[in-house]
């Protein structure tokens, strides 16, 4: 499976960016899909992930500003990213999972550049 993300850029903070990302070469249903980022210095931490049955969990610091969601028929999820704030500069990753009766695969998508600005 390979993900393919886009939509990083420069922002002001108190704008919005929209990343998406999508999904290719799955035969099987995924399980999972959302972001994670890494911001300088630091190690990579969840943002949003959404189930394929519409479940999503959000990093404490990021509710209410952000949301993911998904469309599962073209396995594409996005992530919508409202009142950006300087401590969101990150590079962000796209992600996914699918559970398989062996166990759960991961994969991950090349990461896509956020820079917000004050």
């Known amino acids: 499976v390979q993900l393919q993300a886009s939509g990083g850029g420069l922002v002001q903070a108190g704008g919005s960016l929209r990343l998406s990302c999508a999904a290719s070469?799955?035969?099987?249903?995924?399980?999972?899909m959302g972001w994670f980022r890494r911001a300088p210095g630091k190690q990579r931490e969840l943002v949003a992930t959404?189930?394929?049955?519409?479940?999503?969990n959000y990093a404490d610091s990021v509710k209410g500003r952000f949301t993911v969601s998904r469309d599962n028929a073209k396995d594409l999820v996005y992530l919508q990213m409202n009142a950006l704030k300087r401590e969101d500069t990150a590079v962000y990753y796209c992600?996914?999972?699918?559970?398989?009766?062996?166990?759960?695969?991961?994969?991950w998508g090349q990461g896509t550049l956020v820079t917000v600005s004050s």
């Open positions: 992600y996914a999972e699918i559970r398989r009766a062996y166990g759960t695969d991961t994969y």
């Open positions: 070469g799955s035969m099987f249903s995924i399980s999972v």
């Open positions: 959404r189930t394929h049955s519409g479940i999503e």
